[in-house]
């Protein structure tokens, strides 16, 4: 009886046992799988805007503003009209601003996104150009979307956004607005995630650093106290919003009541028209740096007048990067946040070491045909010497080898070519010298 007893215990336990480890073993299998379903839903739900530094290319011209729908022009005009009332130095008297058109763009990265799940949303692309310096922004917007933002802007980090144009051909971002003749500078371009939602705290350093989130590449999790620091400090001036910055990213979350799901067109905008003058001031710096390097690279654009040129068409941009050019001081807070944030300060540092390193370059080249030249006066010097004395010479050596003096007349020409010749050749030395000297302190 006892032993039965034990023997059904046993069995019992051992049945218990067998169920209480199946139970955890499934588990395990659906927190794994629904773990994995998570890390594959990033999904951002809200606007998104790129804004991209850059400028018309010499030879082009740009006045033509082409149609576009209401929704476009309502865009438009609200970024022109926050220019107007905002922005005190002037330039917006010498802006235009236009609806390039819409086009699908990729919203997929590459390594990540098999063929059959890529996916593109379509993007509209507004050009603000300066008529006056051709300095221009391109704003690429998604409006009103749903997609894996981080994938996005991994995209956008490596320079690799991708669109189809008028014939569905996939196309770069610098092919696709040449036709306009404009140069964009897509290293330098900036990403603001305009939401009313939380963003979950394991996907928001994603969009700080631009790169994909659950990357199956990377098989890891950012723990960057940068970004963590970044996710907790808010730049907003107004309770109206919270903003966070990163170097190249701006999350900014809507705080307005609203019952719609996304952020409104005129919230945007009082946040948008802040960095699209920022901007300006990347484009200009970056314009100039640009053509400074090329300068420096090709020997026959090594002259005084082309550094005079580009100094000419940097000082046209002041009122771009004099950067306090805003009425309202929460404006002003703001964009000074911005910049220091974006660091486009130390493209000016860049420009400036630039610049020199041209200057020294053209004193370099100047001083070496500056030689060249000097060596060309001398030989001339040394000709005209020759020339000027050797029929003198051989009067004297003819008289000397035949016994007879020279005659009182031409003792005096002799000694006047003599003297002339001197003069001459002293001046040219004077001449030189005097050339050298002016380089050298120049250097």
């Known amino acids: 009886m006892f032993g039965r007893t034990i023997g059904a215990i046993a069995s019992v336990s051992h049945d218990t046992l067998i169920a209480f480890f199946a139970v955890q073993w499934l588990l395990v299998f659906y927190l794994i799988k629904w773990s ?5 839903e990033e999904i951002f739900s809200g606007n998104v805007y790129i804004l991209i530094p850059a400028y018309l290319k010499k030879g082009f011209s740009f006045t033509k503003v082409l149609p576009c729908e209401a929704k476009h022009k309502n865009f438009i005009d609200d970024i022109s009209q926050r220019f107007n009332d905002e922005i005190s130095s002037g330039v917006h008297k010498s802006q235009m601003r236009s609806y390039l058109g819409t086009f699908p763009l990729a919203c997929f990265d590459d390594a990540e996104c098999p063929v059959d799940q890529q996916f593109y949303q379509d993007a509209e692309l507004f050009l603000s150009l300066h008529s006056k310096t051709g300095l221009a922004v391109l704003t690429i917007r ?6 894996p933002a981080s994938q996005l802007l991994d995209r956008l980090s490596k320079g690799a956004l991708l669109f189809k144009n008028d014939s569905g051909v996939c196309v770069s971002i610098d092919d696709l607005v040449s036709q306009w003749g ?6 330098s371009a900036k990403a603001c995630l305009s939401t009313r939602q939380e963003i979950p705290a394991d996907v928001l350093p994603y969009y700080f650093a631009n790169e994909t989130y659950a990357s199956k590449n990377m098989s890891a999790q950012i723990t960057s106290k940068e970004f963590k620091q970044q996710m907790s400090t808010n730049v907003a001036q107004y309770d109206s919003s919270d903003i966070f910055v990163g170097k190249q990213s701006v999350i900014r979350i809507d705080r307005r009541d609203s019952q719609h799901d996304y952020p409104k067109l005129t919230s945007d905008s009082a946040f948008l028209f ?7 001031k990347e484009a200009a710096v970056l314009r100039t740096n640009k ?12 002259a005084l007048d082309v550094l005079n040129k580009l100094t000419a068409e940097f000082s046209a941009t002041i009122p ?5 050019i805003f009425n309202y001081l929460t404006a002003q807070q703001l964009a000074n946040n911005l910049d220091e944030r974006f660091g486009i300060n130390q493209y000016f540092e860049l420009y400036e070491k630039n610049q020199q390193l041209l200057q020294y370059r053209i004193n370099l080249k100047e001083g070496i045909e500056q030689e060249k030249k000097n060596k060309i006066l001398y030989i001339i010097a040394v000709i005209l010497f020759i020339f000027e004395l050797a029929p003198h010479c051989y009067v004297l050596f003819t008289r000397i080898l035949s016994g007879k003096w020279l005659s009182s007349a031409e003792s005096l020409s002799l000694v006047g070519a003599g003297i002339s010749t001197a003069l001459l050749a002293s001046i040219l030395v004077l ?8 380089h050298d302190a120049s250097l």
């Not at 998604?142 to 997609?147: R, S, Y």
């Not at 404009?182 to 290293?187: A, E, G, M, N």
């Not at 771009?320 to 306090?324: G, K, Y």
């Not at 001449?431 to 002016?438: L, Q």
């Open 142 to 147: 998604l409006f009103e979307k749903q997609l």
């Open 320 to 324: 771009f990067w004099d950067i306090n």
């Open 36 to 40: 994995k379903r998570k890390l594959s």
């Open 182 to 187: 404009i140069s964009v500078l897509s290293t």
């Open 431 to 438: 001449v030189i010298r005097k050339k050298k000297r002016k």
């Open 291 to 302: 053509q400074v390097l090329i300068a420096i690279e090709k020997n026959d654009l090594l």
């Open 274 to 280: 802040v960095l699209e003058a920022l901007l300006y």
